[in-house]
């Protein structure tokens, strides 16, 4: 079974700050993709950024980056230089590609962040 | 299109009728996934297509949902005799594997069953 965690329910960040969201995940399968959305207030799902379990570097998107530590099963979004459209909740999810999962996307429960003057 | 389409964006019913949601996903993608968010936080997975077939059902409701992908048509989520828990915002994504790709939201369907 696969499970998504994120332990901050929410956080304050000045800004211009940079930030990070934890999220941890678990899985047995060898091949998985792990994707953080944005979901601001008006409620659509904004794709940030995507990291495959084989890829050898953390990606990268403009002010995203993914700091991707696969021996500790982990995937921190950072923000750098927040702005204050930034404040939205922020959702770590992971796909598998083998039998039980099959592509299906599973979520953690979501962070939400505050940006502050 | 270059965006997964979804209508209506916002959908009252009253309890016991019945609710339709419809999805275009982006051109060139193959896999078609729906899932319910309630109170803005937990996702709950429900079906996927792969093309016009089933691929994954084992989140549907069996009793009084039902979806379809069919060919030159938008996919589509029907809930029969909508329950007061039913309300939600159910979202569609679209990718063009179910791989190691990237899945795309569309804006979400707010369901108020009153």
């Known amino acids: 079974a696969q499970k998504i965690t994120q332990t901050q329910p929410g956080m304050f960040v000045q800004e211009k700050e940079a930030v990070t969201l934890d999220c941890t995940y678990d899985?047995?399968?060898?091949?998985?993709?792990l994707f953080w959305y944005k979901q601001p207030s008006s409620g659509e799902m904004i794709f940030l950024i995507y990291q495959g379990s084989y890829d050898q570097q953390n990606a990268t998107e403009g002010r995203y980056s993914l700091n991707f530590q696969k021996a500790r099963k982990s995937a921190n979004l950072v923000i750098s230089a927040s702005q204050l459209g930034d404040s939205a909740m922020y959702f770590c999810?992971?796909?598998?590609?083998?039998?039980?999962?099959?592509?299906?996307?599973?979520f953690g429960a979501g962070t939400q962040v505050v940006v502050t003057p | 299109g270059e965006e997964v389409a979804q209508t209506p964006k916002h959908l009252v019913r009253g309890e016991g009728q019945k609710a339709k949601l419809y999805c275009a996903p982006i051109?060139?993608?193959?896999?078609v996934f729906w899932y319910q968010q309630v109170l803005k936080n937990e996702f709950k997975f429900l079906i996927s297509f792969q093309n016009e077939n089933v691929f994954d059902e084992t989140g549907m409701p069996k009793e009084r949902f039902s979806a379809k992908c069919l060919p030159n048509s938008p996919c589509s989520l029907e809930i029969q005799a909508t329950k007061l828990e039913d309300s939600a915002v159910y979202f569609c994504?679209?990718?063009?594997?179910?791989?190691?790709?990237?899945?795309?939201f569309g804006q979400g369907t707010r369901l108020t069953v009153v």
């Open positions: 994504a679209s990718s063009q594997s179910k791989g190691n790709t990237e899945a795309f």
């Open positions: 051109k060139g993608h193959s896999y």
């Open positions: 899985t047995s399968d060898p091949s998985y993709g």
């Open positions: 999810a992971m796909r598998a590609v083998t039998t039980d999962s099959w592509g299906k996307l599973q």
